[in-house]
């Protein structure tokens, strides 16, 4: 069926490195992609996101690359601080209003 | 803080009870989702209202679950006979348009 995963359930970095989390995608017709960062005991809180129609988009310290030829989303995070430290999900919208979630990958900065 | 609140925080309760959860999204939200969450997976769609309507239900939303929203303010989740496999985190999310969605903190439910 249609899903949404990322590639790697956890990752951890240096603290100051740049992070790379990856997503994978399988409905082309998904118009909008969205990426959140959720800490323990909070809800998804909205990063940065991208529209079909784009492949790159960059807002503070952190970079979304859509690649739709292979159908991979991926957000990059530079300098990576202790405060990053969450579980990321990347969302796409079909249709205006249908949002579905990946996985997840759980980010670790070690200091 | 996205302004958006739920209540209660957590809910412990006993197989076969009902269970009640409201969420409060801030006044320009005129959308609003209903999702679950189970540990270590993202959240999972309910149901949408734009406004008043309820106009989107998953297939996961047995007839067990009903939405509401009133008044197109507040929303209200119930889960009548709950089960064990009820047991997550129910999460409200408020969007004044198409695009992203301000999550409230969750309601944990336990059922025992």
């Known amino acids: 069926g249609e899903s949404v995963g990322l590639h790697l359930p956890t990752l951890s970095v240096q603290e100051g490195d740049n992070s790379i989390i990856n997503c994978a995608y399988s409905?082309?017709?998904?118009?909008?992609f969205i990426w959140y960062k959720q800490e323990s005991g909070k809800g998804p809180q909205f990063i940065i996101d991208?529209?079909?129609?784009?492949d790159k988009r960059q807002g503070q310290r952190v970079t979304v690359l859509l690649n739709k030829t292979v159908k991979h989303l991926s957000l990059q995070i530079a300098a990576t601080q202790p405060g990053d430290s969450a579980v990321y999900f990347c969302?796409?919208?079909?249709?205006?209003?249908?949002?579905?979630f990946g996985t997840g990958t759980s980010l670790t900065v070690i200091p | 803080d996205t302004g958006v609140s739920q209540d209660p925080r957590h809910k412990i309760t006993k197989r076969g009870q009902n269970v009640t959860f409201r969420c409060d999204p801030i006044?320009?939200?005129?959308?609003l989702y209903w999702y679950r969450q189970t540990l270590g997976q993202g959240p999972e769609f309910l149901t949408y209202?734009?406004?008043?309507?309820?106009?989107?239900k998953s297939r996961l939303l047995s007839d067990r679950f009903s939405a509401e929203r009133p008044k197109g303010s507040f929303s209200t989740l119930e889960i009548q006979r709950t089960e064990q496999g009820d047991s997550a985190m129910y999460l409200c999310?408020?969007?004044?348009?198409?695009?992203?969605?301000?999550f409230g903190p969750g309601t944990r439910l336990t059922v025992l």
């Open positions: 969302a796409d919208v079909r249709r205006g209003n249908q949002f579905y």
């Open positions: 409905n082309s017709a998904s118009d909008y």
């Open positions: 991208i529209r079909s129609n784009m």
């Open positions: 006044s320009e939200h005129n959308r």
């Open positions: 209202f734009q406004n008043e309507a309820q106009l989107e």
């Open positions: 999310a408020g969007s004044g348009g198409p695009d992203t969605q301000y």
